[in-house]
């Protein structure tokens, strides 16, 4: 038994406490004013003084006083202790079963070591993870060792510099709803390999694109999200799927869109990216023949002397383990938070279930299908788009590989894998071409299309790009090797950059 045990033991009324919880104190020795002895006074109920053989034993209630006397004393004396302290009399209880005073700070006392043992209770029993990282690897080696978590990213609020996280949505939700707002600035690490829902990254600058409205815009590419969902894979699209979520300025317009379709996702976001393509394609073809589309086509900025003739569309947001920015966060160092708009699947959710909801891989329990958008082995230029059976119904927290690996395997022309490939040499040589100045490059992944004699390098650590002269901000350099020609070239997952 430990000593809130027998606290709680002992504080009930008519509990003795053992002979070995009397606590004994001696006193000083007094001189006699008729007599020459000296005498010690046991404060023991029961035991006869040493020094006088004929003194009758105090009394129980004169022990109690005089306990309860030097309680006072002794707490008067720690008042400055900011400990707790716990007087013999509230500790092992009174002597002899007397029940001992009970001022009200000491039931305060009990009953906030009460409240304390049950939170405790509470934590243990919630089994809360909340694991944080610097390294993005470290945070995904963790995560493969626990069920049912997920990675996140965050920035520290006055460096701005990246961290990363282990925890369930359930118990990242419980601390991310209590935290200050301008100190959220939190992201979703989108993982490779698990499924997702459709996602898009909507964004341009109102100032030098005055004339275009952002929401004429989206509600015209929800159309044509719906027409390709129906077209490709006969799923009639529903209003009541969208989450959008919306952090524009005065100077930015930028919004989220998330399409939760019931009972369905795609595979990873590598598939949603080639489907978000298509649909880009479908846009850039049907641009000349119906004036309308010409809406989803913005300026950069205001120094380009060409039309508009970029889209709106952010296509760089389907790479590997991409972090996007959660619901209620913003950027640090800026003040745009991202909030639901109140329109679609928003308008009658509370703030829990929206946040829920705009998570991108946060599957429900009864996901029954995948959608796939691949490369046509016969075309290199062709998407492939199907429907698998999601064997993993109900399981979203197996490790990310296992679904990566399960999608290599279908595809024998097409091998994807981490670390080290069929050919070492060429990994070593494109690491070293990889690297710039004092910055080496790291193969990360690689894609070897065994039919077209195509080797695909995703790199990471260094993102020098040779069209740019500098290193891209965020998005990483891809080297691809053509080994029937024996060239190789650079090429970038930027936007901008993609076609050179």
């Not at 002794?74 to 092992?92: D, E, L, R």
Request: aromatic share 12%.
């Amino acid at each position: 038994m430990d000593d809130v045990d027998r606290l709680f033991e002992c504080f009930k009324c008519g509990v003795s406490p053992p002979q070995s919880a009397f606590r004994e104190r001696k006193r000083r020795k007094n001189k006699l004013k008729h007599g020459s002895s000296t005498q010690e006074v046991s404060t023991s109920p029961g035991i006869p003084s040493s020094g006088s053989a004929g003194q009758r034993p105090k009394k129980a209630k004169d022990v109690q006083l005089s306990i309860e006397k030097f309680d006072t004393a002794t707490i008067k004396a720690n008042k400055n202790n900011p400990g707790k302290q716990f007087s013999p009399i509230v500790f092992y209880g009174s002597p002899n079963g007397v029940p001992p005073k009970r001022p009200s700070s000491l039931l305060q006392l009990l009953h906030q070591i009460r409240v304390d043992l049950s939170e405790q209770n509470k934590l243990s029993s919630r089994k809360e993870i909340w694991a944080t990282f610097p390294r993005q690897d470290e945070a995904m080696k963790f995560a493969k060792r626990h069920m049912q978590v997920r990675v996140f990213s965050y920035q520290d609020h006055f460096s701005g510099q990246r961290r990363f996280l282990v925890s369930t949505y359930k118990e990242f939700w419980q601390r991310y709803k209590n935290m200050d707002s301008k100190f959220r600035h939190h992201y979703e690490v989108i993982q490779e390999g698990l499924p997702c829902h459709l996602y898009f990254d909507l964004e341009f600058s109102k100032r030098v694109n005055a004339e275009n409205n952002g929401d004429e815009m989206v509600d015209l590419l929800i159309s044509v999200i719906f027409e390709a969902l129906l077209d490709k894979y006969s799923i009639q699209g529903n209003l009541e799927w969208i989450v959008e979520l919306d952090s524009s300025t005065e100077e930015k317009f930028s919004r989220h869109l998330i399409i939760r379709i019931p009972k369905t996702a795609f595979k990873d976001n590598s598939h949603a990216g080639a489907f978000v393509a298509e649909i880009c394609s479908r846009i850039l073809s049907a641009r000349k023949s119906d004036e309308r589309f010409e809406k989803f086509f913005v300026r950069k900025d205001s120094t380009s002397t060409e039309p508009s003739s970029q889209l709106f569309v952010d296509t760089a947001v389907y790479s590997r383990n991409r972090c996007f920015r959660l619901a209620l966060s913003s950027k640090a160092g800026k003040n745009s938070v991202l909030l639901p708009m109140g329109r679609f699947k928003c308008k009658d959710m509370c703030e829990e279930e929206m946040f829920m909801a705009s998570l991108i891989c946060n599957m429900d329990a009864d996901c029954e299908k995948l959608l796939v958008c691949k490369m046509e082995l016969d075309c290199v230029k062709t998407l492939l788009f199907d429907t698998e059976e999601n064997h993993n119904i109900g399981n979203y927290y197996s490790a990310p590989q296992e679904f990566a690996l399960s999608a290599c395997t279908r595809d024998l022309t097409t091998t994807y894998f981490l670390g080290k490939s069929p050919f070492p040499a060429l990994d070593k040589f494109v690491e070293f071409i990889a690297s710039i100045g004092n910055v080496s490059g790291k193969i990360r992944s690689w894609f070897w299309f065994s039919e077209y004699g195509l080797m695909v390098y995703s790199m990471s650590r260094n993102r020098y790009c040779e069209r740019i002269g500098r290193q891209h901000k965020s998005n990483h350099v891809m080297y691809i090797v053509d080994l029937r020609r024996a060239v190789y070239y650079q090429k970038c997952y930027d936007p901008d950059c993609r076609d050179n």
